[in-house]
């Protein structure tokens, strides 16, 4: 009779029910997996907020959290549970906490990647501390905030140095806007960051070893905002968005991230891509969501399974030695660098290991998504997120994108 574990995946929530069910869900649907003569069995907890003595056991081999970014009690926790109990963490607090938006800007610009051209300027009002009038006086020098944003010109961005979920961003078209902007900030520590006209607005949601790149419309409410539309980078900048959020989560240690980046013919600029808790509503990622949870639950059982192990070490000298080597091209160091990234997310051991181990567990998500189950789900998600007139409108939206999805995996799959 061969071994067998139970390993555990813990979810750390905060209001969210949808993708959680699907998660549940799909994971049900995995079964034993037999590998070297070991079977393994998979099951999953929510995750509750108590008072906890450092060395209390974790029951859990595996979290995904989406509540310690904001959260400091929890967060706090997952620290303890990944040093001491060596528990897998999606995402790893210890980056997040440290490389806000400022750090990762700079990380990416060191390794000549296109950020635009970004300049950090002092808070507008002090800050609550006695030392504050003492210090500005002798030490803050005076700058001209119409000067620095003429230099990188307009339109462009003020978003705070350490942002996240669109908070505190403002596009600044003129003078006027650059000022209100500024007084409103308050006491948050806010970027300058110029623009660039761009053809397309992408948005990439990484999972461990995969990446879903779509095309992203901001300006849409939230529910219109991810087009369906499979073909609309080049083949070229296609490639370049793939390897940018791959490059970024294995740079961070992340790997549940999104990366939004502006795109211009070949070229790629990536704007933002320090998200702790990216977004994977059914109501926002509709057609994408059975995508996103099947990734969830597949890189979670390989990385189970296989024994992964989280870094604290980023060993980021490997990256920098790319990025000085004078003999490589921007391309050349951009496959340098995802060479490292698919090392680090053992990229082909993933998807070689989904085909060995988990053969038919497609067709289950595709047979789940067509079901009654999938069904009641979207319904309690669109009642409640909608208001009552308009949740008929906005099922019949959600089902129709998500059954496209259907249509088209199921073509696909007869196709390979």
Request: glycine letters at 6%.
């Amino acid at each position: 009779m061969a071994d067998r574990s139970r390993h555990l995946i813990g979810l750390l929530l905060g209001a969210e029910e949808d993708w959680p069910q699907a998660f549940e869900a799909l994971l049900q649907r995995v079964g034993p997996v037999s590998l070297d003569g070991h079977e393994h069995e998979f099951g999953s907890r929510r995750l509750t907020i108590e008072p906890f003595d450092l060395n209390d056991p974790v029951r859990v081999g595996l979290v995904i959290d989406r509540l310690a970014y904001w959260y400091y009690h929890p967060r706090e926790w997952l620290k303890k549970a990944a040093l001491m109990n060596g528990t897998y963490l999606l995402n790893s607090p210890f980056t997040f906490q440290s490389m806000e938006k400022h750090s990762a800007y700079c990380a990416m610009l060191r390794l000549g990647l296109k950020i635009p051209r970004t300049v950090l300027v002092p808070y507008k009002n002090p800050l609550d501390n006695v030392r504050w009038a003492y210090t500005s006086a002798k030490y803050n020098k005076s700058f001209d905030l119409d000067a620095i944003a003429a230099d990188l010109g307009y339109p462009l961005y003020m978003k705070p140095f350490d942002g996240g979920g669109w908070r505190g961003v403002s596009r600044i078209n003129n003078q006027d806007d650059l000022h209100t902007a500024y007084d409103e900030s308050g006491e948050m520590l806010m970027h300058l960051q110029a623009t660039v006209e761009y053809d397309k607005f992408a948005r990439a949601l990484s999972i461990g070893a995969e990446t879903m790149v779509m095309d992203f419309r901001p300006d849409e409410p939230m529910h219109n905002r991810y087009a369906v539309s499979h073909d609309f980078l080049n083949p070229s900048a296609g490639h370049q968005a793939v390897a940018i959020s791959r490059i970024v989560n294995a740079f961070f240690g992340w790997e549940f991230n999104s990366c939004e980046m502006l795109v211009k013919g070949d070229d790629v600029y990536p704007i933002d891509y320090a998200n702790a808790c990216p977004d994977v509503a059914v109501t926002s990622l509709h057609y994408y969501f059975p995508w996103a949870i099947s990734a969830l639950v597949k890189w979670s059982v390989f990385s189970l399974a296989t024994g992964r192990r989280s870094k604290v070490d980023l060993h980021t000298e490997r990256y920098f030695a790319i990025a000085d080597d004078e003999s490589l091209d921007y391309d050349a160091k951009l496959d340098g660098y995802l060479a490292l990234a698919d090392e680090h997310f053992e990229t082909a051991k993933y998807h070689e290991w989904c085909a060995e181990h988990l053969p038919d567990f497609d067709a289950r998500v595709r047979e789940w998504v067509a079901g009654a189950d999938f069904d009641r789900l979207l319904r309690e998600t669109v009642a409640g997120t909608y208001p009552a007139h308009e949740q008929e409108e906005f099922l019949t939206h959600f089902k129709g994108l998500t059954n496209l999805w259907l249509s088209d995996q199921t073509s696909w799959s007869r196709e390979t």
